[in-house]
């Protein structure tokens, strides 16, 4: 056996790499006042219901209690008692109110109080104008509708669902043809010392074990020959339409030109790829 020229450490691991994604929800902007409906912003998707603080809340007619982030709640109130109901403001508004992580409401738009300078009523039988806001960039969680007559409904804003996109279906093809594969994604530049994942696909069965190896290449070797073998092994994870997955971690401890070279246990099927190590 040539003489060795470096001394080659390397560390392997077996590793299964896991991808997540995340989501944010931004804040909008505050608005006072009515809103006017704006074109291809969407009303309620459904109806529902919510258990309400009081059986005024029902002089709010509304579609539905219940609203995605982005529609359209419109509203107007209409006074069903056997009485007037005393209203703040020559043109009653309102607020909307949302619940904090103590249970207290705040106003998320509208005045905090009503215009009590001036006053108006709402006889038993009328009803107000429409009133309408829009939801986008607000948060989930329950609302409170607050009129300047008096009543008040509560909402509940929800994130709008997730549709999880269906799997993508398998190309038909030549399932007869069973010879095995294996393929090595590019490796890239790695750095010494630091851990690097390399990893590709196969058609052989999940489980399956498969042998790998890491080689130096010493060009300076006047018999051009590989440093020590880094042998180790890892299996083949599950994949879809028949291509299934593997992969391996490592760490290098010093720079140079190296070969990936991975082979089911028969040696059916092999692939090897080329790499570099540099210094940090």
């Not at 209690?65 to 020559?90: K, R």
């Not at 829009?134 to 509708?145: A, F, K, L, M, Q």
């Not at 590709?200 to 074990?209: D, F, I, M, S, V």
């Not at 790829?273 to 540099?278: A, C, D, E, G, I």
């Amino acid at each position: 056996m040539p003489q060795l020229l470096r001394t080659l450490s390397i560390l392997l691991l077996i590793s299964v790499i896991l991808f997540s994604g995340c989501t944010t929800i931004h804040e909008g902007k505050k608005t006072d006042g009515n809103l006017s409906q704006t074109p291809g912003v969407p009303a309620a998707s459904y109806k529902a219901t919510l258990n309400q603080p009081n059986a005024q809340s029902g002089y709010i007619k509304m579609d539905s209690d219940v609203y995605n982030i982005g529609e359209v709640v419109e509203f107007t109130v209409t006074n069903d008692g056997s009485g007037t109901l005393a209203c703040a403001g020559n043109q009653p508004s309102f607020s909307v109110k949302f619940q904090t992580g103590n249970g207290k409401w705040a106003t998320r738009m509208g005045t905090e109080q009503p215009n009590e300078t001036e006053k108006s009523s709402l006889a038993f039988g009328n009803s107000t104008q429409v009133y309408r806001f829009v939801t986008e960039g607000w948060e989930p969680g329950r609302y409170r509708i607050v009129h300047d007559c008096g009543v008040e409904r509560e909402i509940l804003i929800r994130a709008l669902p997730v549709s999880t996109p269906a799997p993508a279906a398998c190309l038909t093809g030549n399932t007869t043809n069973t010879t095995p594969w294996i393929t090595i994604d590019p490796p890239g530049d790695q750095y010494e010392s630091r851990s690097f994942t390399l990893q590709g696909t196969t058609n052989l069965p999940a489980g399956q074990e498969l042998d790998c190896a890491i080689f130096s290449v010493l060009p300076e070797d006047p018999d051009n020959a590989l440093a020590r073998e880094a042998s180790f092994t890892t299996r083949v994870e599950e994949g879809s339409c028949g291509t299934n997955t593997w992969s391996a971690s490592g760490e290098i401890q010093t720079t140079g030109e190296f070969f990936f070279w991975i082979s089911d246990a028969g040696r059916n099927t092999t692939a090897i790829k080329r790499f570099t190590v540099l210094s940090v």
